[in-house]
Every structure is written in C-alpha cells, then in structure tokens.
C-alpha cells in the first residue's frame, strides 16, 4: 500500500534533466489552463511540470508480468477507478471496514507515475511494492514504456464523453488555478479542448489509440466506459474482476461482495470520507476538489447550443468509423 510504504528513491541523473532543459526550447509550446506552460511531446499536450517525470517513467520504468496500468485522461473518472480497481485487488487482504479507502484518497492507494513516484527528479525503487501492482497515468498508448507495451502487463483504460470530461476539467482547473491569473474563461477553455489543446490530450487521440488497442488486443487493454459504470457498476465490476484474473466466485456474488465494492467506492461514500474532504494526494490540487458531481449530463448546465453543436461535429468526424460511441446522457 503506498500511503505508509517508504519508497527509497534516488535521483535522476542530472544529464536528464540537462537534457530535458535543452528539448524544452524545440516544442511547440501554449500556455497552460492553470499556470505555466504545456508543451506538445511526442504529439501530446504535456504540463511542464510532468515532463521530466514522464521522461523518466519512460526510460526507467519495467513492467512486471503481473502489473496494472490504469490509464485515463484527467476527469474521466481515475479516482473512481483507482478505488475500485484497488478494492477488487485487495480485497481477499481486508475486510470491508478495514479497507484503507476508509482512511486514504485513491490516489495515495494508487499512485500515479508522473505526478508522484517519477516527480522532482525522483527515480522511485518500486521493489518495495507488493506483487501484483497497480500503477496509473494519462500518458498516451503510444508513448508508455516499451516495457508496459511489451511485457504481459495488463492496462485498464477509462474514458468519458468529451462534454463531461470538458465541464469537469474546467472546474477542477478553475479551483486550482492561482488568483491573480483570474477566472478561467468557459469559451476560451472550450476553444482550446476542441483544439485539442489539454492536458494529455489531443482527447480523441487519447480515446481513440486505447480504443484501437483493446480492439486489437483485448487481453491486453480492457476498455471502460464512465457512462456504462454510472448505469451499471455491478456488471462493470465484474468485466473488471474477469479481466484482471479475479473473477469474483459465485459464493462472492451470493455474499454481495460485488456491490459492498460498488457501495464503498461510491461518489457519496467517497465524498464524505475525512480522508477526501482534506489534504491533497495530488500535488497542487485539494482531495476536496476531485469529488464534485459524478453525474453524466452535467455539460447541459454549462454548454451553449453552438457549442454543443461544435463538438458534436467534431466527435462525429473524430470517431467515424472507429465504432466507439459515447453516451452523453441519459
Ligand atoms: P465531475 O466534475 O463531473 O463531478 P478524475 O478522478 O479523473 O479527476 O475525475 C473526476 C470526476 O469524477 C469528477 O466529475 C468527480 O466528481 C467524479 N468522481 C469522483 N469520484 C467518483 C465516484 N466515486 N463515482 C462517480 N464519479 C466520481
């Protein structure tokens, strides 16, 4: 568990970072939603700050056969995965009222590779994490370490519809972004997600390249949708449990162990924790700020019709012929 696991890191070797300072200056670069830059890498939008991390994860980062990546892109549900993907995990080791989610925000449970083991220049020693790990992050399929690419580690991928995904990052970032730089404009933040122009994105290059993957390989990359598991978590659960070799037994499902999982990770159960009301798991932003609806549809409070319009032209020119499909509500 990596709240109280000591992970003894070293650090980076300072070629690396020399070399990250002089490949800055040759990307295409814009300015981020929060603060600072974001920089085009590898066909990307990468925030500043995780650059390093991410080229550190690349190069130093080896898969073990029995590792999870949970891969997402920011606002489409990681917390609730990471939770849920922990508990199903874990959940021979603790009983219910023991699991430490009673205790700790997901993202202290499950770590993310750019925004904590490989951050500040860190190299992390991941021996010390008991087999079978989970990981996660947002970087893009095409640029994971050939090791995660290669090796038969599984990869459990989340997305959400564009409308949703859009409506909660501009909050999130609203909250977290510093004062003086002002509020962060709803048009203009729209302008650049529809540009493709945030975090991790292009969005739909992100979707589509998992997408391409599970279709491909689907032992390899499992698929998940925010909208199938607000309709029917039980049922997601279980592809969950099936995928990563855990199936839950029919002495399991007679017992309602699927949805005490279900009832635990829940938004309200979530939300309520001391754990998730304070303290902050990822640097810059409040544990208070990753709980805020957990609807689908909200978009419809804050998009204009030609906005509307806009993207749904744009999801349907991006998604032909992919046979991916998003609910947007219900
Ligand atoms: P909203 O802003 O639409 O409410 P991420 O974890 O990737 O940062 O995504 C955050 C989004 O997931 C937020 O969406 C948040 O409210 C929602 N969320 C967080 N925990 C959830 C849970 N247990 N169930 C459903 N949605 C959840």
């Known amino acids: 568990m990596m709240e109280n696991t000591q992970i003894i890191t070293k650090s980076n070797d300072l070629a690396e970072t020399d070399e990250v300072a002089e490949l800055l200056p040759s990307l295409p670069k814009e300015t981020s939603w929060r603060s600072g830059y974001m920089y085009r890498y590898q066909g990307f939008w990468c925030p500043e ?4 991390a991410v080229i550190a994860f690349q190069r130093h980062f080896v898969a073990h056969k029995t590792d999870t990546i949970l891969v997402t892109l920011p606002k489409t549900g990681t917390t609730w995965l990471k939770a849920l993907a922990f508990s199903i995990m874990n959940r021979a080791k603790y009983a219910a009222s023991q699991n430490p989610l009673n ?5 202290g449970l499950v770590p993310f590779f750019e925004y904590k083991l ?3 220049n860190q190299i992390p020693d991941l021996s010390v994490f ?9 970087v893009p399929y095409p640029s994971l370490p050939d090791s995660i690419k290669n090796s038969s580690c599984q990869i459990v ?9 859009f409506i909660s990052l501009w909050h999130f970032i609203s909250q977290a972004r510093p004062e003086r730089f002002g509020p962060l404009s709803l048009e203009d933040s729209f302008d650049r997600f529809c540009n493709g122009v945030a975090g991790f994105g292009p969005f739909f290059d992100h979707v589509l390249g998992f997408w391409t993957k599970s279709l491909e390989r689907p032992e390899k990359v499992l698929f998940l949708k925010f909208e199938d598991m607000k309709e029917d978590i039980n049922s997601q659960l279980k592809r969950l449990a099936e995928f990563l070799g855990c199936p839950f037994s029919a002495e399991e499902e007679r017992d309602g162990v699927i949805e005490g999982i279900s009832k635990l990770c829940s938004f309200s159960n979530l939300k309520d924790k ?13 544990n208070n700020t990753l709980f805020r609806r957990g609807e689908v549809g909200d978009w419809v409070n804050f998009l204009t019709p030609d906005m509307v319009d806009r993207l749904n032209k744009i999801m349907e020119q991006q998604l032909a012929g ?8 219900f």
């Open 322 to 329: 992919s046979g991916l499909q998003f609910k947007t509500c």
């Open 274 to 286: 001391e754990a998730n009301k304070t303290g902050m798991s990822i640097p810059g932003f409040e």
């Open 103 to 107: 205790s700790f925000n997901p993202h």
């Open 130 to 138: 008991p087999s079978p790990r989970i990981f996660a992050t947002h």
């Open 118 to 120: 490989y951050a500040n």
């Open 49 to 52: 700050k995780q650059i390093s």
């Open 157 to 165: 991928y989340l997305c959400r519809n564009p409308f949703d995904t």
